[in-house]
C-alpha cells in the first residue's frame, strides 16, 4: 500500500502538491490535517476531483475506511461510501455514506450505528450530523445499552444531543422493550462522565427465574433518575416494575459536604401485590413457622455509610445495614451468601507522630432464621457490643543501635453481651506486643514478636422479678504468644516483544510462621 500525504515525494508530485495545496488552503487554523493511504487512486483534473479505492483517511481524530473516497479540491469536501468503518476517539461505528468539510470536520453520516466503549452505549439512526468538538446529533434514532439486533430495551427519539465522556440530551422520547412502548418522554439528560445532569439513566432490565418459588421473581424493569441536586451531593430514584411482585423503589443519597467526606444513604422497600404461601417457604420454615394463612408482606432494606475526616489526623467512620426479614438480601439483591442481621457501627479514630487511638462501638441483632416471616416479632438482640475502651496502637519512633526498629503496640478493648439465657456481663482484654522486624538479606525479613492477653471476665445472671440478680464470680487469666515468622519475596519479570502478555512479573512469597501459646 502506498501512503500519499503532502509530505512524499516521489513520481506522483504533480499530484502530491495538489493534495498538499488541499489540506494547507484557507483561513489559518480553519483546515484540518489530511492523511490518506490507498492502493490506487484517479484524479479528474478539469474539476479536481480525486477518488481513491480501498482507502483509509485520518481527520483529526477522526479514522475512516471505505471502498470509494472521493475529494472535492475547490469545494474542501470529502465523501465516503461502500462498508464504511470509522473511529472518532472513544466512538467507532458504520455507516452506508458519509460526507464531510475538510475545513470544520463536520459532516453527515447516513444509516449509521454508534458504539461508545466507554460507557456501552449504541446509537443508530437514519443519519446523524457530526458536529465540532466530537458532539454527534441524530434525529429519527435509538439509544440503548443493547446491541442493536439483539432486542432488549431502547430509547426512540425525535432528536438526541450526545457528547460522549460528558452527557446525552433527547427530546420526545419512548422507553421501549422490545416493540412495546413502555413511557414517554418530553425532555431526557443523562450524565456520562464529566458533567452531572439530572435527568435518566439507562434503564435496568434483569430475568430472575428460580426453581424455587420464594425466588423466582421473573423480569425485573428499573429506571433510574437522577437529580443532581448541588455539586455536593445527588438524588437517584429508581422505580422499578417487578412482574411477580408488583412496583418497587429504590432510593439512594450521596453526599460529601466537607473535603474529604463521603456518605451514602441506600433505601428499597416494596408492598408485595400477591399474597406469599407458607407452602413456598416450607424448605427454610422451621415446623413452627410454616402455618398460617397467606399474606401480603412489605419488604424493606437499607444500608448507610459515613465516612469523613475530624481535623488533620482524625476520622470518623459510622455505618448501618438492615433489612425487613432474613430473606430479602438473597430474594432481590441475588446475594447467595448472606447471614440475616441489622448492625450499627461507629468508630472515631485518631492518629499522633507515634501512637493511633480509636473508640468504637457496635450493635449486631439477628434474626431468628433466613425466613420472611422471622420479622420485629421474632428479631432477637443476641448481643451488645460496645467497645468502651479506646483502641491503641503506638510505635516507637527511634531505632536501636541506629539500625534495628522496635516495635510497641497495645491492643484494648471492653464487651457488653447479653444473652436470651438471662446472662449479661462485661469482658475487658488488654493485648500489649513487642515487635521487632529485622531485614537480614534483601527481600529476607524476620519478625520475633512476643505479646500477652490480660482477659477479665464477670457476669451477671438476671432472675425473675421478684427475686434478686446474683453476681457471678470475676474470672481472670493471661496468655502468652510467641510469633517467629520468616518472609521471604521472590520475583521475576519475564519482558516479551510485545502483546497483551508483555513484561508479566512474577512474585511469591513464602512465608514461615510458629506461634506458641503458653497460659500463665
Given at each position: 500500500?502506498?501512503?500519499?500525504?503532502?509530505?512524499?515525494?516521489?513520481?506522483?508530485?504533480?499530484?502530491?502538491?495538489?493534495?498538499?495545496?488541499?489540506?494547507?488552503l484557507g483561513r489559518p487554523g480553519a483546515a484540518q490535517e489530511l492523511q490518506i493511504d490507498a492502493p490506487s487512486f484517479s484524479v479528474d483534473r478539469a474539476t479536481e476531483t480525486y477518488r481513491y479505492a480501498d482507502a483509509r483517511i485520518r481527520l483529526g481524530s477522526l479514522q475512516l475506511d471505505a471502498?470509494?473516497?472521493?475529494?472535492?479540491?475547490?469545494?474542501?469536501?470529502?465523501?465516503?461510501?461502500?462498508?464504511?468503518?470509522?473511529?472518532?476517539?472513544?466512538?467507532?461505528?458504520?455507516?452506508?455514506?458519509?460526507?464531510?468539510?475538510?475545513n470544520t470536520g463536520t459532516g453527515t453520516l447516513y444509516l449509521v450505528s454508534l458504539y461508545q466503549a466507554e460507557d456501552g452505549?449504541?446509537?443508530?439512526?437514519?443519519?446523524?450530523?457530526?458536529?465540532?468538538?466530537?458532539i454527534y446529533v441524530a434525529t429519527d434514532c435509538r439509544f440503548s445499552t443493547c446491541e442493536p439486533r439483539m432486542g432488549g430495551w431502547a430509547l426512540g427519539a425525535g432528536h438526541i444531543e450526545y457528547r460522549p465522556g460528558s452527557y446525552g440530551i433527547a427530546t420526545d422520547a419512548t422507553l421501549r422493550v422490545g416493540d412495546v412502548p413502555i413511557f414517554w418522554f418530553p425532555f431526557v439528560a443523562w450524565p456520562t462522565v464529566t458533567e452531572r445532569t439530572t435527568g435518566v439513566l439507562p434503564p435496568e432490565l434483569t430475568v430472575q427465574d428460580s426453581s424455587l418459588p420464594r425466588l423466582n421473581i421473573g423480569t425485573r424493569l428499573a429506571v433510574p433518575v437522577f437529580i443532581a441536586l448541588g455539586p455536593d451531593h445527588d438524588l437517584t430514584?429508581?422505580?422499578?416494575?417487578?412482574?411477580?411482585?408488583?412496583?418497587?423503589?429504590?432510593?439512594?443519597?450521596?453526599?460529601?459536604?466537607?473535603?474529604?467526606?463521603?456518605?451514602?444513604?441506600?433505601?428499597?422497600?416494596?408492598?408485595?401485590?400477591?399474597?406469599?404461601?407458607?407452602?413456598?417457604?416450607?424448605?427454610?420454615?422451621?415446623?413452627?413457622?410454616?402455618?398460617?394463612?397467606?399474606?401480603?408482606?412489605?419488604?424493606y432494606l437499607y444500608e448507610w455509610s459515613h465516612n469523613q475526616p475530624l481535623g488533620a489526623r482524625g476520622r470518623m467512620v459510622l455505618r448501618a445495614?438492615?433489612?425487613?426479614?432474613?430473606?430479602?438480601?438473597?430474594?432481590?439483591?441475588?446475594?447467595?451468601?448472606?447471614?440475616?442481621?441489622?448492625?450499627?457501627?461507629?468508630?472515631?479514630?485518631?492518629?499522633?507522630?507515634?501512637?493511633?487511638?480509636?473508640?468504637?462501638?457496635?450493635?449486631?441483632?439477628?434474626?431468628?432464621?433466613?425466613?420472611?416471616?422471622?420479622?420485629?416479632?421474632?428479631?432477637?438482640?443476641q448481643a451488645i457490643r460496645p467497645v468502651l475502651l479506646p483502641r491503641l496502637r503506638a510505635t516507637l519512633g527511634k531505632?536501636?543501635?541506629?539500625?534495628?526498629?522496635?516495635?510497641?503496640?497495645?491492643?484494648?478493648?471492653?464487651?457488653?453481651?447479653?444473652?436470651?439465657?438471662?446472662?449479661?456481663?462485661?469482658?475487658?482484654?488488654?493485648?500489649?506486643?513487642?515487635?521487632?522486624?529485622?531485614?537480614?538479606?534483601?527481600?529476607?525479613?524476620?519478625?520475633?514478636?512476643?505479646?500477652?492477653?490480660?482477659?477479665?471476665?464477670?457476669?451477671?445472671?438476671?432472675?425473675e422479678a421478684d427475686t434478686p440478680e446474683v453476681e457471678l464470680d470475676a474470672e481472670g487469666r493471661m496468655q502468652d504468644e510467641y510469633a517467629l515468622e520468616l518472609r521471604y519475596s521472590l520475583s521475576r519479570v519475564f519482558p516479551l516483544d510485545g502483546g497483551p502478555w508483555s513484561d508479566i512479573k512474577h512474585i511469591l512469597r513464602p512465608r514461615l510462621l510458629r506461634i506458641a501459646l503458653d497460659e500463665v
Open positions: 500500500m502506498r501512503r500519499l500525504s503532502p509530505l512524499n515525494r516521489g513520481p506522483w508530485l504533480a499530484v502530491l502538491v495538489g493534495l498538499g495545496v488541499l489540506v494547507g471502498q470509494q473516497i472521493t475529494i472535492s479540491r475547490p469545494e474542501r469536501t470529502l465523501s465516503a461510501s461502500g462498508r464504511v468503518r470509522f473511529r472518532d476517539g472513544a466512538v467507532v461505528g458504520t455507516a452506508d455514506r458519509v460526507s464531510l468539510d475538510l452505549y449504541y446509537l443508530s439512526g437514519a443519519e446523524i450530523r457530526r458536529e465540532g468538538n466530537g430514584l429508581t422505580p422499578e416494575i417487578i412482574d411477580r411482585r408488583g412496583p418497587a423503589l429504590g432510593t439512594e443519597y450521596a453526599y460529601a459536604f466537607v473535603p474529604g467526606q463521603r456518605g451514602l444513604l441506600r433505601l428499597w422497600n416494596i408492598s408485595e401485590a400477591h399474597p406469599r404461601s407458607f407452602r413456598y417457604e416450607n424448605d427454610i420454615l422451621t415446623p413452627g413457622e410454616a402455618e398460617g394463612e397467606p399474606r401480603k408482606l412489605s419488604r445495614e438492615g433489612s425487613s426479614d432474613g430473606q430479602v438480601f438473597r430474594e432481590y439483591e441475588r446475594i447467595k451468601e448472606y447471614s440475616p442481621y441489622r448492625v450499627e457501627q461507629g468508630t472515631l479514630s485518631y492518629q499522633w507522630d507515634w501512637v493511633q487511638a480509636s473508640l468504637s462501638a457496635d450493635r449486631q441483632a439477628e434474626f431468628t432464621s433466613e425466613s420472611i416471616y422471622a420479622d420485629a416479632e421474632s428479631f432477637t438482640d531505632r536501636l543501635f541506629s539500625a534495628v526498629p522496635l516495635t510497641l503496640q497495645a491492643d484494648t478493648s471492653a464487651t457488653r453481651f447479653t444473652t436470651e439465657e438471662g446472662l449479661s456481663g462485661l469482658v475487658t482484654t488488654v493485648t500489649p506486643s513487642v515487635g521487632l522486624p529485622l531485614t537480614l538479606l534483601p527481600g529476607l525479613e524476620f519478625r520475633p514478636t512476643l505479646q500477652r492477653h490480660f482477659v477479665d471476665y464477670s457476669a451477671l445472671v438476671e432472675r
